[in-house]
């Protein structure tokens, strides 16, 4: 069986090698995708299975073993398809179907649009990058090495999709954009401050977009700061901080109109 998500005809795997997935997740399983290396067949043996569930209440991220699942109502997916998230773009490009008993991809698919820049999110991880070169924001928490992964990442493929390019392997993306070997550290999570300095400096630039001066002069002022000026600069700004646990992707990927 296949089902054709956009211009990209992909082939569903769920059948008995995914079985065991489904019946690990909490809660609905009605609607259930596979994306990431395990959906594009170019997984290593310790690549994750990263999985979106669809369900009615309690949207949040969550693993059972080496599975990550993002767990979201259609309403959240609605709006962030009608808003043209890299998440929802990653979903439907790349994307393939576990389990869909009431053909709610079809809908949500239907709704996504092509930003027509990623001006508004670029300016948001700017800020991010300002904040983060404030004396005393470093400590050595493992949450910094996420954010600046999450950064550059982000950086990449909007630069990628400006391009025209359907490219979601991390390696693969880098080097589309001149940025040989920086992939490889998001991938193998061995990003440094220096590096993340450095490169999502050299995107911004790229892409006409400058760091501003933050106003605040101490970490803590500027992650208050940020959260109600620039939401998605606050969440990034919070899980850098160790507020939260996880950086969920879907959350944090709604380009601001």
């Keep these: 069986m296949t089902v054709a998500f956009g211009p990209v005809e992909r082939c569903d795997v769920g059948g008995d090698e995914y079985k065991w997935v489904l019946e690990r997740l909490h809660g609905d399983q009605s609607t259930v995708l596979l994306y990431g290396s395990r959906a594009r067949g170019d997984a290593r043996a310790d690549s994750d299975i990263d999985v979106l569930q669809v369900v009615e209440t309690n949207p949040h991220c969550y693993s059972v073993d080496n599975i990550n699942v993002a767990a979201y109502t259609f309403g ?32 949500i698919f239907a709704m996504y649009r092509d930003p027509r820049d990623y001006a508004a999110l670029r300016r948001e991880l700017a800020i991010v990058v300002s904040v983060l070169g404030i004396d005393g924001s470093r400590r050595g928490e493992p949450s910094e090495s996420r954010v600046y992964a999450y950064v550059l990442r982000t950086l990449i493929y909007a630069e990628c999709a400006m391009r025209g390019e359907i490219e979601f392997d991390v390696v693969r993306a880098a080097n589309s954009v001149d940025l040989p070997n920086v992939g490889l550290s998001i991938r193998e999570k061995t990003v440094t401050y220096e590096m993340f300095d450095t490169f999502s400096k050299i995107m911004l630039d790229r892409a006409g977009v400058l760091p501003p001066k933050v106003k605040p002069r101490t970490f803590g002022e500027a992650v208050l700061w940020t ?31």
């Design 76 to 107: 959240h997916l609605e709006q962030l398809a009608s808003r043209g998230s890299l998440y929802m773009r990653h979903l439907k490009y790349e994307a393939v179907i576990l389990r869909d008993d009431d053909g709610l991809t079809k809908d």
């Design 227 to 257: 959260g109600v000026e620039h939401p998605l600069a606050g969440a990034l700004l919070e899980s850098f901080a160790g507020a939260v646990g996880e950086l969920e992707y879907t959350a944090l990927t709604l380009p601001l109109a």
